[in-house]
């Protein structure tokens, strides 16, 4: 065990450095409107089941969907992991294919205030805190205009990258035996960078960049209801923790703006060596109160554990609804909600079975609309995911594969075609373990 926290340590460092350079999977021109591409909460597991799991508890991972959910964890548990993916871009007669790689996520959860009551361990606080991104920006497009005189063609191109990036705080309280709140704090940082270069023929070109850098409070609190329906019974005639729990789960997300800092700047660039010319500052402005829309989601779940208080199989539906309308900045955005669909499947956890039997599959599909519009026309995104995740031989943790293949969009104006992975590690733990003795 000291091993796995030596290891979970330095990886938490490694992750930590490069995930605030991580970037968006390949060029995405939707992603110059609004805050870009937003990251749909949860890791590897809720990942294999479409996003969605808000209300499920499996005691390998932490759910970072719903903090309420946090008070069921039973260990320490650490979660990282790397998100890829490969794109294909087409409108008309033009495509385009693009792919990138890069760390996605770390997150530590561990139990804050433990009781035993009646013989039997129970957690009434548990938090967590980690990182992973919010929205990232990646667009790289270009354009050409003919004034119909001779070889008189502007020539435009229109870049953007950068991501923001949230560290949250989150914390989960039982506050009855069925009933349970939480808290999660989020602190979104990270700048963004839109470029507009115009070429004028035969003759230098115009940069026009914006460098946009915001700090934003999320407060997201949750509410969480979870009552075993089935299962084994104790000589008391009371059901002990295996068999069937039913969930539902409830969270509001409030953000306020601490700081917006837009710095508009133009260049003169020299077609022949590249250099700049001059470099002058149009704007350096400050706006504050530009907050961004409040946002709802709502989870069910129907959880069946084994004897041994492990996972058998789960079925989970999310809805997520956020008001992107009521959003000024960078275009006309419409409210976006998604619908998720998920599950998963452990056959059995015997050590003398085969592999297959004891490998967890993973199932999922969403359907939604985005924030983005398109000549008052919204973009829809759907998609199926799958996933499986298996034990690392005498450790208690997991590795998880998990896919996703969706588009959005469509051939009208842009339409996008996807393929995604995920790598995610997670490995429990225990700490502050008091030793009995007879």
Avoid at 24 to 39: I, K, L, R
Avoid at 201 to 222: C, I
Avoid at 243 to 271: C, D, H, K, M, P
Avoid at 358 to 371: D, N, V
Wanted: net charge positive; no cysteine; hydrophobic share 35%.
């Amino acid at each position: 065990m000291h091993n796995i926290r030596k290891v979970s340590f330095f990886s938490w460092l490694f992750l930590l450095q490069n995930l605030v350079f991580a970037q968006q999977f390949g060029n995405s021109p939707y992603s110059q409107f609004g805050m870009g591409d937003v990251y749909n909460a949860g890791f590897a597991r809720n990942i294999g089941m479409a996003g969605a799991g808000g209300a499920s508890v499996n005691n390998f991972y932490i759910n970072q969907i719903n903090a309420a959910m946090l008070s069921y964890r039973n260990t320490v548990t650490y979660e990282f992991g790397v998100l890829g993916g490969f794109k294909n871009l087409k409108t008309g007669d033009l495509a385009q294919n693009t792919w990138d790689m890069n760390f996605g996520y770390f997150a530590l959860a561990l139990p804050a205030y433990t009781k035993y009551k009646n013989g039997v361990k129970r957690n009434y606080w548990v938090t967590s805190f980690g990182i992973t991104p919010y929205s990232t920006v990646k667009y790289n497009t270009s354009s050409s205009t003919n004034f119909g005189v001779g070889d008189s063609t502007l020539s435009y191109k229109l870049s953007g990258d950068g991501t923001t990036n949230k560290f949250f705080f989150s914390n989960g309280f039982q506050i009855t035996k069925n009933i349970s709140l939480g808290l999660e704090t989020g602190f979104l940082f990270g700048p963004h960078k839109n470029e507009t270069k115009v070429s004028f023929p035969n003759q230098n070109e115009m940069v026009l960049s914006q460098r946009k850098n915001r700090t934003d409070l999320l407060l997201k609190p949750a509410i969480a209801f979870r009552k075993q329906i089935g299962g084994i019974k104790d000589t008391a005639g009371k059901y002990i923790h295996s068999g069937l729990f039913l969930g539902f789960a409830g969270t509001y997300s409030l953000f306020t703006n601490f700081t917006n800092n837009n710095i508009g700047v133009v260049q003169r660039v020299s077609n022949l060596t590249g250099g700049t010319i001059r470099e002058d500052t149009l704007s350096n402005i400050s706006l504050k109160g530009i907050n961004l829309p409040q946002a709802v989601g709502f989870s069910f779940a129907l959880d069946k554990h084994n004897s041994n208080n492990g996972m058998w199989w789960s079925s989970v539906i999310d809805f997520d609804y956020q008001q992107w309308s009521k959003y000024t900045q960078n275009g006309q955005l419409a409210d976006s909600w998604t619908l998720k669909l998920g599950g998963e499947y452990t056959p059995i956890r015997q050590i003398d079975k085969g592999l297959l039997n004891k490998l967890t599959y993973r199932l999922g599909a969403f359907y939604g609309q985005t924030p983005f519009m398109v000549d008052n026309k919204n973009i829809i995104e759907s998609g199926v995911t799958a996933g499986f995740a298996f034990l690392i031989p005498k450790t208690m943790a997991q590795a998880n594969l998990n896919f996703k293949v969706g588009q959005r969009g469509n051939s009208d104006y842009l339409l996008e075609r996807y393929f995604n992975f995920n790598f995610g590690v997670n490995i429990n733990d225990i700490w502050f373990v008091k030793r009995r003795v007879d």
